[in-house]
């Protein structure tokens, strides 16, 4: 039953992938928030903590994923704003 905790992981990894491809094809991200995305990493970064204290494998793993996508996607909007 434990398996059915690590689909968030995909579900995380598959919901970021359409906002990667955009800022990838049109390496602009005028109209998006890193404050948004900046807050959402070190969210994420806490609930990876937790997981890891509690030793809750199937949580850390989901926000591990969840984290590199938002992590990625910040990178592209700090890289791809106009200056």
């Given at each position: 039953m434990e398996i059915f905790?690590?689909?968030?992981?995909?579900?995380?990894l598959v919901s970021g992938f359409p906002q990667m491809i955009k800022l990838l094809k049109t390496k602009s991200s005028e109209d998006i928030s890193v404050l948004m995305y900046a807050?959402?990493?070190?969210?994420?970064?806490?609930?990876?903590?937790?997981?890891?204290?509690?030793?809750?494998?199937?949580?850390?793993?989901s926000n591990l994923a969840s984290l590199a996508i938002t992590g990625t996607n910040t990178f592209l909007v700090i890289k791809y704003k106009k200056k």
């Open positions: 905790f690590y689909l968030p992981a995909i579900l995380f807050i959402t990493c070190v969210a994420i970064l806490i609930v990876v903590i937790d997981a890891y204290l509690n030793r809750n494998t199937s949580i850390m793993v």
